[in-house]
């Protein structure tokens, strides 16, 4: 692995070279002092799970130590570690789920909390079967399905709610198999229990209670997570965004918003509103009040607001490097403990507002449901002003931004599709069939989702950007959340003129649906807009979606929530192709049973593949077999 710095966005290449001249450290210096990373560690064969350890096996069966001192081997130890990530991707999505549950059990009509989607409100909770789902009083409803998702969570019996939105094909897979996930809690603590020192050494047993796990983040985490905020703070429709460092404006207070959970953020959104909060920024010397998002919190925002986004994963500490942020304001995950550090050679101050995620080094306000407006309002206060503190020496704003639309949750997807319905044909409105139809026409080939992170072990965004740009080329029809998303928005692959780039059929689709080739479905959470959105296509035609043309994709991941992610994508019955290599190549027989053997009980397998254009030359061979299976 290299340790050069390697820029495939041109703002990096600016921003790295100021923290140069800044005396920041940034991650490529932290990176470069790792130096070779840990050989053994990247081939999962390092275990530390009891204190008889660590041990270390050889990743080259025949060669070194076979097995640990309590006899585990490389596939034993593989497999426990894969799984332990699961466990931890899908506990960070399904805490964050939990308490947007909360906030929805806190909301009143009188708000700052409220219900914003009351249709969607009583949709969801007739598809769970409330009596009277039509007819009660919002906040009373509001309160009681709260309490029925909040069981979701731990209750002793039964599988998850959500699972009958697959096609009854698919639930007889996951009935078959055992991967049916029961309480969320549930699934994490006997996944625990089970790589527990002494407990599972069967590696195909483990990597089958690990699916389980992910299918209950998928399922049950991610998917409460979405739906439960879109009643909260309102389904996304399409709308115009931009992106990229040059959002952040030199004028205007700055407040960046990062993380993932977007509870406080929708106050501060709100409170930033507020005429008093805009004239006391221009008493300061500011136009007004700017705030910017990053990662999911951006993508929360940005799809429910049309919140700028300044940037992905990769380009949070660039942020600050601009010097003109007044305020960084945190909620969880993906958020570097190295940012206060680095805050403290700017003026800029950096808030952390969860318990889950206290972050040391400078100041901490804590959010809860009871104090949220409040939160937001004192979090204002502080970035106003800090405006004054600001050095004009140290301001470098690089002007690059791309507009970009974003917004496409399911229930978007389908009023454009409804549009087109409308006016051409006699097809029943508010389903996705146009969409299905046209892959089966063969106009689009198939549809891919890409997700995922930013990983340093790859160039910034060149992967999710060359994989979007090449299979739009070859007429597949891309969905993308996360950092992904970012990245296609920084590249202008968000924008209907991004047609341009698209193959005859895909273009002709972008046309007449008046949509961009590549669609922004939200934050890594909202992976299940896309696990539902591809159920529903499958449910047109009444089959599997394993059958389908369709595939997931992670270019450049790197947190435990892409492994969960990844699992339940492929216990969906989706072939899913990961960009940078899990560490479970010290057990060959591992690696096998998830690139191989997984496809004969699931349907799906995962597929490594570290060279962007080559992934994408399997994709189309993939996306093709599926449709010569079909007869399409
Ligand atoms: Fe070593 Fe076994 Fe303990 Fe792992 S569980 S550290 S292999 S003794
Ligand atoms: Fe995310």
Not at 223 to 249: Q, R
Not at 324 to 340: G, K, N, S, Y
Request: charged share 25%; proline share 4%; net charge negative.
């Amino acid at each position: 692995m290299s340790n050069e710095i390697l820029n495939y966005d041109k703002v990096a290449e600016a921003s790295l070279a100021k923290a140069k001249r800044d005396g920041a450290e940034t991650m490529w210096d932290r990176k470069a002092a790792q130096k070779t990373q840990c050989g053994f560690g990247e081939a999962g064969v390092c275990c530390r799970i009891c204190a008889m350890g660590p041990c270390r096996v050889s990743p080259v069966p025949g060669k070194g130590a076979e097995r640990g001192i309590c006899g585990a081997n490389a596939d034993t130890i593989v497999a426990r570690n894969f799984a332990r990530m699961i466990a931890g991707g899908a506990s960070a999505h399904s805490d964050h789920a939990r308490d947007i549950v909360h906030a929805m059990h806190a909301t009143k009509a009188e708000g700052p909390f409220k219900i914003r989607d009351e249709a969607k409100l009583r949709r969801i909770s007739a598809e769970w079967g409330i009596e009277g789902a039509d007819t009660k009083e919002t906040y009373a409803l509001a309160h009681e399905l709260a309490e029925m998702a909040l069981g979701e969570f731990g209750k002793p019996f039964g599988t998850q709610r959500f699972l009958k939105r697959a096609p009854q094909a698919r639930q007889d897979v996951w009935e078959r198999e055992d991967i049916a996930p029961r309480a969320i809690d549930m699934e994490v603590t006997t996944l625990m229990h089970s790589t527990h020192m002494g407990c599972a050494s069967d590696y195909e047993s483990i990597f089958r209670r690990g699916m389980r796990t992910g299918m209950a983040d998928g399922w049950g985490g991610s998917m409460i997570g979405t739906e439960f905020s879109d009643i909260l703070y309102g389904t996304p429709t399409a709308k115009a965004s931009s992106s990229n460092l040059g959002v952040i404006d030199k004028d205007q207070v700055n407040i960046l918003i990062h993380g993932h959970d977007p509870n406080l953020a929708e106050m501060i959104v709100l409170a930033a509103e507020n005429p008093e909060f805009i004239e006391m920024a221009k008493a300061k010397g500011a136009k007004g009040i700017n705030i910017v998002g990053m990662c999911c919190t951006g993508n929360e925002m940005t799809m429910r607001h049309g919140i700028k986004i300044a940037g992905n994963f990769y380009q949070q500490e660039m942020c600050i490097i601009t010097g003109a942020i007044e305020a960084v304001v945190v909620d969880v995950q993906c958020i570097f403990p190295a940012l206060p550090a680095l805050a403290k050679k700017y003026h800029t101050r950096f808030i952390s507002t969860s318990e889950k995620a206290k972050i040391a080094g400078d100041m901490f306000i804590k959010f809860s449901e009871a104090t949220g407006l409040d939160n937001a309002n004192e979090i204002i206060k502080i970035a106003v002003e800090n405006f004054p503190n600001r050095d004009a020496s140290k301001v470098e704003i690089p002007d690059i931004k791309q507009d970009t639309l974003v917004g496409y949750s399911v229930e978007a997807i389908i009023d454009h599709l409804d549009k087109v319905v409308n006016t051409n044909t006699s097809d029943a409105m508010g389903t996705v069939k146009p969409l299905t139809d046209v892959i089966y026409a063969g106009v689009i080939r198939g549809a891919a989702g890409v997700v995922g992170c930013n990983n340093p072990k790859v160039e910034h965004d060149y992967a999710h950007v060359t994989v979007l740009k090449e299979l739009i080329k070859r007429d597949v029809i891309c969905v993308v959340t996360g950092c992904a998303a970012q990245a296609a928005a920084k590249a202008g692959l968000l924008t209907l003129e991004a047609k341009e780039m698209c193959g005859r059929g895909l273009k002709e689709v972008c046309e007449r649906v008046n949509i961009p080739p590549v669609l922004h479905m939200g934050s890594c959470v909202d992976i299940s807009r896309i696990l539902h959105l591809v159920n529903l296509c499958a449910d047109v035609k009444g089959i599997d979606p394993a059958l389908l043309p369709v595939v997931g994709i992670a270019p450049e991941w790197m947190s435990e929530k892409a492994v969960a992610i990844a699992n339940y994508v492929v216990g969906s019955g989706i072939n899913t192709y990961l960009g940078i290599i899990p560490q479970v190549l010290g057990s060959p027989n591992f690696t096998k049973l998830m690139t191989e053997d997984c496809q004969e009980f699931l349907g799906a397998h995962f597929v490594f593949e570290k060279d962007p254009l080559v992934m994408v030359d399997k994709i189309m061979v993939d996306l093709e077999d599926k449709r010569t299976a079909l007869g399409i």
